[in-house]
């Protein structure tokens, strides 16, 4: 039975007493601002992962032609979790909302994982971990970005978007310099005997958990959502079929993904070539930066501890990037359109990456990371933006999730087969993983020219 929220000083939320509205109102910046925050902790979660899991996987004893194999667990549960997630929270209405039980439930799982993964006492613990660790961050995230087009009108959405690139920019900055503070700033040591993680690694992971829970929290008991019936009367779709739920999931999912959107398939290709890309910055930017610019592959050597370190930094520069880039979005998006706008900033990212190659001096590798912060802005923010125009309201959470094949399964082809690349074509030297994420970028975004002009071109 649905529960019917009260209603908010500022009369954004009908309380059953007067006439029931029928478009989405405009929500006041600090609504925005609630219903986003909650991407900080789980952004913060995902950039210990990314900075830090290679890192745990050489120092439990992984080769580097294994990594991209280990890593297979994030992709994976993405692929198989985001839309069973998406379409059963389309489906959801108890008495935290709808969007908001899978926040809470994803984040109590997430931070159990953010403390079980740095005390992995073998390699294939670590590995477990990082299936459990994915599939609840995907629990929380997923609707997180239903919850955006839930709750804003088209007008907003670009924004809603963007704030919520805001926040992971914040988050990732923090979560992925860590490791670097704990040492440089804490003293706390960044080394440790074979098999063991440093305890600035240690430390950071437990800190994550807390900034995770707490964050999601936040947006859990700071926000309210439309009730089922007043999201029933902003849409002109049908009503989603509650009956049979369960038994119907996965071929109903299966009837969306046949019948999606054609700027969905549009869109397919850009995210395909974007996530190429990114993974191959999270698997390989420790072991390229520590043998490129450190000069050492042995992770109980203090360059490579310094190497690894410093990636964290960089990790941090393009986030933190992202999270100003953010910002301007929306503007930019206004004077150009939505498509050109993410064409340019793909093409900006992907030289980015292109450059690690040629810059031997790991300070200036901050430029290059410069260029990838804008990238990382506009690949959280434009797709989706771009994307909720087209989707029916009473399906925006299964479209979203079924999105998201496109983001895991270039991520599932990188584990695949990127360990082979590097070893047969690149001789295992894995800084030209790097140039091959950045070809793929910009591959991404001449591949938004193809998004129609009628959705790509609004602002």
């Not at 079929?241 to 071929?251: E, N």
Request: charge should be neutral; charged fraction near 10%.
């Amino acid at each position: 039975m649905a529960i019917h929220e009260s209603s908010t000083a500022d009369n954004t939320f009908n309380d059953g007493n007067s006439a029931p509205m029928t478009h989405k109102p405009r929500l006041p910046f600090s609504t925005i601002w609630n219903m986003c925050f909650g991407f900080l902790g789980i952004q913060f979660g995902f950039a210990l992962q990314n900075g830090n899991v290679s890192r745990i996987f050489q120092t439990l004893g992984a080769a580097i032609d294994d990594i991209p194999i280990l890593w297979i667990a994030a992709p994976v549960t993405g692929l198989l979790v985001q839309p069973i997630i998406g379409y059963y929270s389309d489906r959801t209405w108890n008495r935290l909302g709808r969007r908001r039980p899978y926040f809470f439930w994803g984040a109590i799982l997430s931070t159990l994982a953010l403390l079980v993964m740095p005390n992995s006492p073998s390699l294939w613990v670590a590995a477990l971990t990082l299936w459990i660790m994915d599939a609840a961050f995907n629990v929380s995230m997923e609707p997180f970005r239903a919850f955006v087009g839930d709750m804003l009108p088209e007008e907003q959405r670009t924004m809603g978007f963007a704030m919520q690139s805001f926040f992971i920019g914040i988050g990732a900055v923090v979560a992925s310099a860590l490791p670097w503070v704990m040492t440089n700033w804490l003293d706390i040591s960044n080394t440790a005997p074979e098999g063991i993680i440093p305890d600035s690694v240690l430390y950071s992971f437990y800190a994550g958990g807390v900034v995770l829970l707490a964050s999601v929290l936040w947006t859990v008991f700071s926000t309210r959502e439309y009730s089922p019936e007043q999201l029933k009367a902003f849409s002109k779709e049908e009503p989603t079929p509650k009956s049979d739920v369960i038994l119907s999931g996965p071929k109903q999912i299966f009837a969306d993904f046949l019948a999606m959107p054609k700027t969905m398939k549009q869109l397919a290709v850009v995210q395909f070539f974007s996530w190429l890309a990114l993974f191959s910055m999270w698997i390989y930017s420790t072991p390229a930066v520590t043998a490129f610019h450190f000069g050492s592959s042995d992770p109980t050597s203090a360059l490579y501890n310094e190497g690894a370190d410093w990636v964290g930094v960089l990790f941090a520069t393009y986030n933190g990037f992202a999270a100003l880039a953010a910002i301007a979005i929306p503007f930019i998006a206004r004077l150009t359109s939505r498509r050109v706008a993410h064409m340019i900033n793909l093409c900006i990212g992907g030289i980015g990456l292109i450059s690690f190659a040629f810059i031997k001096d790991p300070g200036l590798l901050i430029f290059s990371m410069l260029a990838v912060g804008i990238a990382w802005a506009s690949i959280l923010a434009m797709p989706y933006a771009i994307l909720s125009g087209a989707l029916p309201a009473e399906k925006m959470g299964v479209y979203m999730g079924i999105f998201n094949f496109f983001i895991v399964i270039p991520q599932i082809l990188a584990a695949a087969i990127l360990g082979l690349v590097v070893k047969s074509v690149f001789d295992g030297e894995a800084i030209y993983a790097l140039v091959v994420g950045g070809v793929c970028m910009i591959i991404a975004g001449v591949s938004t020219l193809m998004v129609d002009k009628a959705v790509g071109n609004a602002s």
